[in-house]
């Protein structure tokens, strides 16, 4: 006798994908959470640092909205989404200027450019860093800005660490939606019913291989045997031993956690105190041209939805640093990159206003914010998405799946494709 057909350990999306669909299935599932919220990683909080408005803490679009199984959902049930491509503009700097439209033409140009380059590359040598495209690309003025908004920016990864071949299976097309009131406020209220989710609850052991293939979970509050168990878990924690897996892991599994470690985005949010805008207008994008390859780059987001802060968003092991550092340090690092585009005025708006670093780091429930594959590695995901113990042991979450890795489409996509799995087992 079990006591339930499947437990889930997480509560975010690839967890909540796994019970919606069990849920819709007929079968019992419960979800067991280590913090005392859902979502994971997708959490809007409504800090008093930023005037109490909703702020996304870490992820923010439903990405490749055409083909992104969360938007439906939204849109069934009457939620505005916004489309940030439409809602934005953007400002490129050269230093203490704007691009010329010359320039910025160029810019444009050097993304197919680079694409095509590692394409070559990859076909040539097999999965190289993404690194060493910007080194065949040595005579492109535009190369080192590409590679660090396509390694350490949106993949949260240094480009000498980062799989080129999983960037290139891992690139997102199509438009960006918002949510208006958050994405972790719609994960909350949209995609949660009828699921038996237990928060403040987290698993220390996972007992596998039982009789029948019976899987037993020890938590804080007990132990519950479920026919199938389908682990939802970061990368990070599944590499801080933190969860024990009894009997140990196939080594196939193992060693893909390895090759796929946390990596870190940093957001910092400074409020103006002042009515100066910096001459931007509101939902304005601000990022640079950097002339070497590896140095940072931080993009912001001025004054979104109106509102009377900038964001900035830093990625790699730059955010590690800052991480570490603390907080000051990441607002000065924040201040001193906005300086370089508009000088001392900077100064002037922010000196007395409050500020936000988010710190996916510190979250033992995570450990980073998303993860990446190491050059060599680009096969990793699909290993330890590939059932163990014929089903009855399966992992989910963003880093199991190709196509959406690193986001919260790509978790509940997996998440959903497990519950697939265990239903298949807990119905023989």
Not at 29 to 42: C, I, Q
Request: glycine fraction near 12%.
């Amino acid at each position: 006798m079990t006591d339930t057909d499947v437990v889930i350990i997480g509560a975010g999306l690839a967890g909540l994908g796994a019970a919606a669909a069990l849920r819709d299935s007929g079968k019992r599932a419960v979800v067991l959470e280590a913090s005392g919220r859902v979502g994971g990683r997708a959490w809007t909080a409504y800090p008093a640092a930023l005037g109490g408005v909703w702020f996304d803490m870490g992820a923010v679009w439903f990405h490749d909205a055409e083909n992104n199984p969360l938007v439906p959902i939204a849109r069934a049930a009457g939620d505005t989404l916004l489309q940030s491509d439409e809602i934005r503009t953007e400002r490129t700097f050269v230093g203490d200027r704007t691009t010329t439209k010359a320039e910025l033409a160029a810019y444009a140009s050097a993304w197919p450019r680079y694409e095509a380059a590692a394409e070559a590359v990859i076909a040539a040598e097999g999965d190289v860093s993404l690194a060493e495209v910007t080194r065949r690309l040595s005579d492109d003025p535009w190369a080192a800005t590409v590679e660090a908004w396509e390694g350490p920016v949106i993949c949260a990864a240094d480009a000498e660490n980062f799989s080129a071949l999983d960037w290139r299976r891992n690139v997102l097309g199509g438009i960006n939606l918002v949510p208006e009131g958050g994405i972790g406020a719609f994960v909350q209220r949209r995609l949660t019913q009828g699921l038996d989710i237990r928060l403040n609850t987290p698993v220390t052991r996972v007992r596998w291989g039982g009789p029948g293939g019976q899987v037993t979970v020890d938590s804080a509050r007990g132990s519950i045997t479920a026919g199938a168990c389908i682990v939802t878990v970061s990368t990070g924690v599944l590499a801080s031993g933190a969860l024990v897996f009894d009997p140990v892991l196939p080594v196939r599994v193992t060693e893909a956690v390895h090759d796929l470690p946390m990596g870190l985005a940093i957001k910092v949010a400074l409020r103006a105190d002042g009515p100066d805008r910096l001459g931007l207008p509101p939902h304005c994008s601000v990022d640079r041209i950097i002339e070497r390859a590896g140095d940072p780059l931080m993009p912001f987001q001025c004054w979104p939805f109106g509102r009377d802060y900038v964001q900035g968003w830093i990625g790699g092991s730059a955010a590690w640093d800052l991480a570490r550092a603390g907080d000051a340090a990441a607002v000065d690092f924040a201040l001193a990159y906005l300086r370089r585009a508009f000088g001392a005025r900077v100064d002037r708006l922010f000196a007395g206003g409050a500020s936000l670093v988010t710190h996916w780091d510190a979250d033992p429930w995570v450990r980073g914010a998303y993860c990446y594959a190491t050059p060599g590695s680009a096969l990793a995901r699909d290993a330890l998405a590939d059932p163990v113990s014929d089903g009855h042991l399966m992992f989910a979450g963003e880093a199991c799946h190709v196509g959406f890795a690193g986001t919260l489409a790509g978790a509940w996509i997996s998440g959903q494709a497990a519950a697939r799995t265990a239903l298949a087992v807990v119905g023989r």
